[in-house]
């Protein structure tokens, strides 16, 4: 094995401490640039909207005339929305995970259906809404009422809350479950009050991170036909309705006719922003408080 010199070292060694502070460099650069142009956005989103959110623009009906325009039914309607894609979205992706993982048998077929579940996890959200208004559409003869776009929804987000789960179950350690096999308790005992207990602050979070990206979606509602402008407000889930990232997106659109919607838009850009800021936060919340050190 070939020595190397007292020289060799000493220029190896500042090669490497060089090679680290680039690289340090490198990455605070990377971070910083994200966060710029963060702030920037962030910055011209508050400044163009903080003015026009009031007591009014939070409880007043849409409107073809922007200084008497509200928000409220999207409000509304996104709350319906999200009263269809929760349970549903839990419901399924929950107990799909359950039994990929405590009931299903290893083999190609698992594999085969794991694999396309984590690939349905990154298909665009437009065919996800293609996928709606040809099935609870048309099909079902639902029309654009709430519960078609939740049920859009709900296969949007079922991926990500399946992936969830199976790691939030997986992350359970093995003992566990053997444990309360010895103590005598059936496979659906040691589910029920060992590993969904612990694996809960696992499956609660991705579900709340998942919810969090239904909220901001547009695509699907879009292609299913929710309505650029709702007058009445949801009072169900067989109502017609919009939402507040369907609203900031036509806003958008007509602020190329009248400049007081880019305003009217950035407004519900924060009351959008809020809403995620609270779904996250409470995420974080019951991670730290029910996550369980085994």
């Given at each position: 094995m070939k020595h190397l010199s007292e020289k060799q070292h000493i220029r190896r060694t500042k090669f490497r401490l060089f090679l680290n502070k680039f690289s340090k460099s490198i990455f605070?650069?990377?971070?910083?640039?994200?966060l710029f142009f963060l702030v920037v956005l962030l910055s011209k989103v508050v400044a163009d909207g903080i003015g026009f959110i009031n007591f009014d623009f939070l409880t007043g009906k849409l409107s073809t005339q922007p200084e008497r325009a509200g928000i409220m039914g999207a409000i509304l309607g996104t709350f319906w929305l999200m009263l269809v894609v929760a349970p549903v979205t839990m419901f399924l992706g929950v107990g799909t995970a359950i039994y990929l993982e405590m009931y299903a048998k290893k083999g190609r077929v698992l594999d085969f259906i794991q694999t396309n579940i984590?690939?349905?996890?990154?298909?665009?959200?437009?065919?996800?809404?293609?996928?709606?208004?040809t099935v609870f559409v048309r099909a079902m003869n639902l029309g654009n009422v709430v519960l078609a776009g939740g049920l859009a929804m709900s296969l949007l987000i079922l991926p990500i809350v399946i992936v969830a789960s199976q790691e939030a179950i997986r992350s359970i350690p093995f003992f566990l479950s053997e444990a309360a096999y010895g103590l005598g308790a059936t496979k659906w005992q040691t589910i029920q009050r060992v590993i969904l207990p612990a694996s809960l602050p696992g499956i609660l979070t991705g579900a709340i991170l998942a919810l969090s990206r239904a909220i901001g979606e547009t695509a699907p509602l879009v292609v299913i036909g929710i309505p650029a402008l709702l007058i009445p407000f949801p009072g169900g889930i067989m109502d017609r309705f919009t939402v507040l990232p369907v609203q900031i997106y036509y806003w958008t659109l007509d602020a190329s006719l009248v400049a007081e919607y880019a305003n009217l838009a950035a407004a519900t850009i924060i009351v959008l922003l809020v809403a995620l800021f609270i779904l996250n936060s409470t995420a974080i919340i019951i991670r730290n408080k029910f996550q369980r050190v085994f």
């Open positions: 605070m650069l990377a971070a910083f640039f994200g984590s690939n349905l996890a990154g298909v665009p959200s437009i065919v996800y809404g293609i996928l709606g208004m």
